[in-house]
């Protein structure tokens, strides 16, 4: 029988049951409730921990000796407060002097979250049930912990991402209606612009041209981060992609950086838009430049990751699959966690005053995940900072069809009379639409919505091109105005435009098909530009 078998059983039965006098039956029983005991205790898989009532360890198990890293040895015999931070363990006897006095409860028969100490000093979260038994002097306490570490960290990896979801879902709508409003001052501006003859108006007019292109380029960025931006994925190979990005960076960082790569000779391909690629290596790149003040090494890796279950435990909000991961490791300064918790979040910036936007990192985060990805961040103070780009493998990824773009320009060009329906909810969007399309020598019809369109189409109205917006209120968005369109009226072209991308809207209409959008805000060079591609000589109408 061990020391703890034989000092449970006395606090239970007394300390006559140690007498000399004890009889074999005594001894036998005592004996197998020890086996029992060790059985249990070898069992649970929450470390347990035993002790008396001045806090000597009496007896630990292997669940507890995993947890703290100590042997079964460099515990028993001492006092608990070896497993405690040291604020916890100053305050730990006068708890258990106040609690033998008083008898009042803190932990005993309750639980509470409390944190340990392991032996290489580190710190981490736990729960801690404690019981009491025993009598006189002869009382023990039983602690039962278990480690909160993963739980905590798939909470912490939770919130995040809904947070960032919720923000993504506010800043989408914003740049939406911004869109709709820089339409407006765009096509006022151009409008201005080819009807006005004075030089020094002309220039303050393209001046203001200027911003609200500025303007369209900070909310591209924003409907980036929302993941509501339209991307060109193809078959690539991220090594190779990295390679022509970082022939770049070399020059930009400058001599005191070291770029080092480590890209896996069997990397699988992966369906990206090679561009948005490089950029979001760039922004993580200068954003590493930023943390090495003083010069310092860039890591870049590329390696095939299988996700199982055990990942997914402790990264949330990520399918279990076959991914590609894509490293970029500083030796920088790091980040505190405040920083690493809202790194992702558009305009939040822990660089000096003007020296960020804070949308990098946003643009990075909405990307990968509208690619299908995920993105790890880990970064410890004084350490340096790891970004884990994960996007699936193209052996299990959908290949993403997208329409060609025009090679080269075309020449300037205005309509013959030809009649365009303009759709759209938005009265003041509409109207500088209706402005627009006349000023290129076309003549116009109106409606607020997909129903009243479709219905002036239904009682006769004859126009040579439908234009709509794509999210509409009522039974029918652009999408299905343009399906119906296409079944009932064949002959009739169609042309959509939205403030959001097509990939990402498509996604959230059942039964839409992805085609070729004007996104908003656009120039009056790429109206002319698809007007031309539908109602032009070459068009066939």
């Known amino acids: 029988m061990n020391d703890f078998g034989l000092y449970l059983a006395g606090a239970l039965g007394g300390s006559g049951q140690r007498d000399n006098t004890v009889n074999q039956a005594n001894k036998d029983e ?61 305050l730990h006897d006068g708890f258990m002097s106040d609690h033998m006095t008083t008898g009042e409860k803190r932990i005993i028969g309750l639980g509470r979250e409390v944190e340990g100490k392991r032996k290489d000093g580190t710190v981490f979260p736990l729960h801690l049930s404690v019981g009491r038994t025993g009598h006189d002097c002869n009382e023990i306490f039983i602690g039962i912990m278990h480690d909160l570490t993963q739980r905590k960290s798939t909470e912490a990896a939770l919130s995040r991402s809904q947070r960032l979801d919720a923000i993504g879902q506010m800043t989408g709508g914003i740049a939406h209606d911004f869109n709709n409003i820089l339409t407006i001052v765009t096509g006022n501006l151009e409008l201005l612009e080819m009807r006005n003859k004075d030089d020094r108006q002309t220039a303050m007019i393209r001046d203001a041209l200027e911003a609200a292109e500025l303007g369209a380029d900070l909310t591209h960025r924003l409907l980036m981060f929302a993941r509501r931006t339209t991307l060109h994925p193809v078959k690539s190979d991220l090594s190779e992609i990295c390679l022509e990005a970082l022939h770049l960076l070399e020059r930009t960082l400058g001599a005191t950086y070291r770029i080092s790569t480590d890209f896996a000779a069997d990397a699988d391909p992966v369906m990206i838009d090679p561009t948005q690629l490089q950029s979001a290596l760039m922004n993580l790149a200068l954003n590493a430049r930023d943390a090495m003040p003083n010069g310092g090494e860039l890591i870049v890796s590329v390696a095939n990751v299988t996700i199982d279950d055990d990942y997914i435990a402790q990264e949330t909000d990520i399918k279990s699959g076959h991914y590609v991961r894509l490293s970029v490791i500083d030796n920088g300064i790091g980040m505190p966690p405040e920083a690493q918790s809202r790194a992702f979040e558009p305009f939040f910036t822990s660089k000096s005053d003007g020296n960020g936007t804070g949308l990098g990192l946003a643009m990075v985060y909405g990307f990968v995940r509208q690619s299908g990805g995920h993105v790890t961040l880990y970064s410890e103070p004084g350490h340096g900072t790891s970004f884990g780009l994960y996007f699936p493998s193209a052996h299990a990824a959908a290949a993403i069809e997208t329409a060609p773009k025009p090679d080269t320009p075309i020449a300037p060009w205005h309509g013959n009379g030809e009649r365009i329906l303009v759709v759209e909810d938005n009265a003041v969007v509409r109207k500088i639409s209706i402005e627009r399309i006349r000023d290129l020598g076309f003549a116009t019809e109106e409606a607020s919505s997909g129903d009243e369109a479709y219905q002036m189409l239904k009682d006769g109205v004859a126009v040579d091109l439908v234009f709509s917006d794509l999210v509409m209120p009522g039974a029918l968005n652009g999408y299905d105005l343009a399906a119906r369109i296409r079944t009932e009226f064949p002959k009739l072209k169609v042309l959509l435009t939205s403030g959001y991308a097509s990939d990402a809207v498509t996604g959230s209409m059942p039964g839409a098909t992805p085609q070729e959008i004007l996104h908003k805000p656009y120039r009056q060079a790429d109206l002319i530009e698809r007007l031309h591609a539908l109602l032009g000589p070459s068009s066939g109408a």
Do not use: W
Request: glycine share 4%; proline share 3%; charged share 20%.
């Open 30 to 90: 005592l004996t197998q409730t020890d086996a029992v005991l060790k059985a249990i205790m070898d069992a649970a898989v929450d470390a347990v921990v035993v002790s008396d009532r001045v806090g000597k360890i009496l007896s630990v198990n292997p669940a507890a000796i995993k947890m703290f890293q100590h042997t079964a040895n460099e515990m028993q015999g001492h006092n608990v407060r070896i497993l405690m931070p040291d604020a916890l363990a100053h």
